[in-house]
């Protein structure tokens, strides 16, 4: 091949991560690194390699000619049997490249692939990747890079977070448009004059933004992020949310009388208050814990309440008679995170607590009610909130706890 790689892209080719992941502005040049990079390595005689577009019609209508313009000035072009109907490139040793759209996801299942391009991978199904299309690597351990402009806080960006990890195998990258090297920088402060602040940032610094109607927007974990060990003396505190599809505890140790660092979590699915318990006692045994008030006359288990069973393993419930409003409680949530004076007074081990710290950016108000479409979410932020909340509330004339 006979190409111009500029110098971030011939990096990001010759990392030997398995799985890539390239978060980039607009015109950045991914759609000519994705073709690239299917490309490099050992082209297997006879097997099959893939570049994912979210749609069909965007793989034809952007991939397919950066593909043949490629193979032309590689001097491939005439070696190379294309079909326009499938979208694919065969090559001279019979191994097929071939142009997919996400849109249709059953029509992806099914083949053994070398080598693969999820292209604005933001914007498909968040399954496609683990229910389709990574077991198809599996038979050759087969690469995977995956490329696109942020979306907000989505699917993209929890790859993007496991590749900034030190987890084998992943690998990611973030560069702003001007970083490709393709657009002249006067367009880019034309567009900076012409659209918002957030979607010039998400556009063209490839910024991955939080959504505008957060919950907890008093949230920052660039701020917010503690890893400190150094508070075994100070008392443990546990909030807890009883849902049955997805049980949640956060563990804490409260600071003094005002702070509070959440460094532990637990996730249990479809699972019970009696697993739950077995699970803390080994975590934090005979600790003060904060639950939904609704746990004291419903059981998940189906037997005694969810206070009962957590009094009856040792644990100090203490729980509202009742649900405090939920803005309360949000705002208990946000006040400890950051003040009206400007008081930072609860952080949070961002790595240890990962689906505490998803809520927080990624839970969002519907009308005057949090948002549960998403069956996942709100569980372990709720289980925090009902701890921040009994601790430090924001109404004081609401009904008391009880504590048993």
């Known amino acids: 091949m006979n190409t111009d790689l500029k110098k971030p892209r011939g990096a990001i080719l010759r990392d030997k991560a398995r799985f890539k992941i390239l978060a980039c502005g607009r015109r950045w040049g991914k759609t000519y690194l994705g073709i690239t990079y299917l490309h490099t390595g050992i082209i297997e005689p006879e097997g099959f390699s893939w570049f994912v577009a979210p749609t069909y019609r965007q793989a034809k209508r952007i991939a397919w000619p950066v593909l043949k313009k490629l193979h032309r000035a590689w001097g491939w072009h005439d070696k190379i049997q294309y079909s326009e109907v499938e979208l694919t490139a065969t090559l001279p040793n019979q191994h097929k490249i071939s142009l997919m759209g996400a849109d249709n996801e059953d029509s992806l299942r099914g083949v053994g692939l070398r080598r693969i391009v999820m292209d604005e991978y933001a914007y498909m199904k968040k399954n496609v990747w683990g229910e389709v299309i990574r077991p198809m690597l599996s038979d050759y351990n087969a690469p995977a890079l995956f490329t696109g402009t942020p979306d907000g806080l989505n699917h993209f960006y929890d790859l993007y977070e496991r590749g900034q990890?030190?987890?084998?195998?992943?690998?990611?990258?973030?560069?702003?448009?001007?970083?490709?090297?393709y657009i002249d920088p006067l367009e880019i402060e034309a567009a900076r004059r012409d659209i918002d602040a957030r979607t010039f940032r998400q556009e063209y610094e490839a910024s991955f933004e939080t959504v505008s109607n957060r919950v907890y927007y008093s949230f920052n974990r660039s701020v917010h992020d503690d890893r400190r060990n150094d508070l075994e003396q100070s008392p443990i505190v546990v909030?807890?949310?009883?849902?049955?599809?997805?049980?949640?505890?956060?563990?804490?140790?409260?600071?003094?009388?005002?702070?509070?660092?959440?460094?532990?979590?637990?996730?249990l699915k479809d699972s019970n208050t009696f697993e739950m318990a077995a699970t803390l006692n080994r975590k934090c045994p005979g600790a003060a814990i904060y639950p939904d008030p609704a746990g004291s006359s419903r059981s998940t288990s189906g037997t005694k309440s969810d206070h009962q069973i957590l009094r009856d393993n040792g644990f100090m419930?203490?729980?509202?008679?009742?649900?405090?409003?939920?803005?309360?409680r949000v705002n208990a949530v946000n006040?400890?995170?950051?003040?009206?004076?400007?008081?930072?007074?609860?952080?949070?081990?961002?790595?240890?607590?990962?689906e505490l710290v998803t809520d927080l950016e990624r839970v969002t108000w519907k009308g005057s009610d949090i948002n549960k479409s998403d069956l996942?979410?709100?569980?372990?932020?709720?289980?925090?909130?009902?701890?921040?909340?009994?601790?430090?509330?924001?109404?004081?004339?609401?009904?008391?706890?009880?504590?048993?």
Not at 338 to 347: F, K
């Open 335 to 354: 006040s400890r995170f950051l003040s009206q004076a400007g008081d930072i007074r609860m952080t949070i081990d961002t790595e240890s607590c990962r």
């Open 165 to 181: 990890s030190k987890e084998k195998d992943w690998q990611s990258w973030q560069y702003k448009s001007i970083e490709g090297g």
């Open 376 to 404: 996942a979410r709100t569980h372990m932020s709720d289980a925090m909130g009902y701890c921040v909340e009994n601790l430090w509330p924001i109404n004081r004339g609401f009904v008391g706890s009880i504590m048993r």
């Open 317 to 328: 419930v203490i729980a509202r008679r009742a649900h405090p409003p939920v803005k309360d």
């Open 239 to 267: 909030g807890m949310d009883f849902n049955v599809s997805k049980m949640c505890a956060c563990i804490g140790r409260r600071i003094g009388k005002n702070e509070i660092h959440w460094y532990d979590e637990v996730v």
